[in-house]
């Protein structure tokens, strides 16, 4: 399908979002502390952004009350900032960020530790952020979509850990979420990825099942274990020798243009 692969004038357009993505992940980590809220992040968030003449795309999203979404410890996705909500050590924490600028989103996320967290917390987060890596080395056009998922879901099942399988990477351009859908996990989608296509990559992992529940808010996902979880995120571009980071931070260890 010719409307999931994007103008060289929309690619510009994103790579400025994805900028401005990652800069609200690279922005916010010194804020990160113990004794702060989760609404006070979320505030920094949204000034930053509105400083950067854009939008939060994720405030008033399906009514969705805050500009990012802040997911800590047993929390697998859409945790919504509190000012009750303070963080103490030990927590881990995921910051989604989506944008919009000049009408293109970008969508991002990472996790922060709150001091020192213990061996299990920081081995979920490597292994996730990790499996997104595999994800990403594995892509360029001309292979069939479902490898993303299986890259995904092998890297983290040879650990000893679970993918959730309720939530999925998207197409992203003029629209926050467009297809295709980015499945984390086995199955059968036999799309050919196409020099051009953007989507996000987004797994959430769990330390124990991989099943999750939705609270009472309507938002905020949790282990049905009570097991951490965690994510990463990132928005790419499919070229024909690999794909380029548009959400790539200064400090990850791995290059924003990434070919195979
Ligand atoms: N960034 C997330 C995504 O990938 C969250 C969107 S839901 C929201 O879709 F309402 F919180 F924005
Ligand atoms: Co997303």
Redesign the pocket.
């Known amino acids: 399908m010719n409307c999931m692969i994007k103008t060289a004038s929309e690619i510009e357009k994103m790579r400025i979002s994805g900028k401005l993505a990652a800069k609200v992940l690279e922005m916010i980590e010194t804020y990160i502390q113990p004794n702060v809220s989760t609404e006070q992040l979320n505030q920094i968030c949204h000034d930053f952004i509105k400083q950067n003449n854009a939008i939060p ?2 405030l008033g ?2 009514g ?1 009350p805050k500009s990012v ?1 802040i997911s800590v410890n047993d929390v697998v ?2 945790g919504i900032p509190n000012k009750h909500h303070i963080l103490k050590i030990g927590d881990i924490v995921n910051i ?1 960020v ?1 944008v919009i600028k000049n009408n293109y989103y970008a ?1 991002a ?1 990472k996790m922060f530790f709150i001091g020192q967290v213990n061996t299990l917390a920081k081995r979920l987060c490597q292994v996730t952020q990790e499996s997104l890596y595999a994800a990403l080395k594995i892509i360029k056009s001309e292979i069939p979509l479902f490898r993303i998922g299986e890259t995904i879901e092998n890297y983290v099942e040879n650990r000893g850990f679970s993918v959730v399988k309720e ?1 999925c ?2 197409g992203i351009g003029s629209s ?2 467009e297809d295709p859908h980015i499945l984390h996990y086995k199955n059968s989608n036999q799309m050919i990825l196409k020099n051009g296509m953007i989507f ?1 990559i ?1 797994p959430m992992v769990n330390a124990g099942k991989a099943e999750v529940k939705c609270m009472n808010d309507g ?1 905020t996902v949790k282990t049905k274990d009570h097991s951490l979880s965690a994510q990463y ?1 990132h928005t790419i571009l499919v070229t024909n020798y690999g794909c380029d980071i548009l959400t790539w931070q200064k400090q990850e260890k791995i290059l924003s243009r990434f070919i195979n």
């Open positions: 795309a994720c999203y399906h969705f979404c996705c859409h989604d989506a969508d996320s939530y990477g998207h926050f979420h996000t987004e938002w995120e």
